[in-house]
């Protein structure tokens, strides 16, 4: 999936929905309960900053995404603005270039709580901002890491339609994040001073869902 072209779609349907005047939402079916699923592309960025030389390198385990990610999400709108949602994603595999000095892999997989903050129009769309914490599992194929469980930022934004002609049913186009840090085990130090790994593995992803 085309990172831009998803980007150009978003903002298309923005514009086209939020200048639909026909009445699909209205007051009295707020708060809302939804659940659904979707499935997309996983992008992975990472480096090492050493405190000793108090300096961002690129990271020696060289890793790229090499899945989709699945995610399942569920939450509630309270109103046209405001809403919190429970999202469960799995980035697939991120794995080390064939050229690079470790081998190894990442799998990893999120648990995030957001609020989810936009605006309900009653042509049916919903432009959202997402904002919150995930608890993010590695599970790296090696010890690289001290920890192998995170906390990390969870942000996004995106669309979501709810379509007149299909009762509940809801489609969805949005990117997430989670950025996190993790302490380098001393074997993979640079000087063997201390490090710390800082990345961000993100996902923009196509979801469908079902309003109660």
Aim: charged share 20%; net charge negative.
């Amino acid at each position: 999936m085309n990172k831009k072209l998803c980007a150009c779609l978003l903002g298309a349907v923005c514009l086209q929905a939020a200048a639909n005047d026909s009445s699909v939402v209205n007051q009295s079916s707020l708060p809302s309960i939804y659940i659904g699923g979707g499935i997309g592309t996983t992008d992975f960025y990472g480096g090492v900053f050493d405190d000793a030389d108090d300096d961002f390198s690129e990271s020696v385990f060289d890793l790229e995404a090499k899945d989709n990610a699945i995610k399942i999400y569920s939450g509630i709108n309270f109103n046209r603005i405001v809403g919190i949602e429970l999202s469960y994603t799995d980035y697939g595999k991120v794995q080390t270039k064939h050229e690079s000095q470790f081998q190894g892999q990442l799998s990893p997989k999120a648990l995030a709580v957001t609020a989810n903050v936009g605006y309900t129009f009653d042509s049916g769309f919903r432009a959202f901002a997402l904002t919150g914490m995930s608890a993010l599992d590695l599970q790296q194929s090696n010890d690289w890491f001290e920890d192998e469980k995170v906390v990390a930022l969870r942000y996004g934004l995106g669309g979501e339609y709810h379509s007149n002609l299909l009762d509940g049913i809801t489609f969805r186009l949005a990117y997430e994040a989670d950025l996190y840090s993790a302490s380098v085990n001393p074997q993979y130090r640079k000087n063997n001073s201390d490090s710390t790994y800082l990345s961000r593995v993100d996902a923009w992803y196509l979801g469908v869902g079902y309003n109660f």
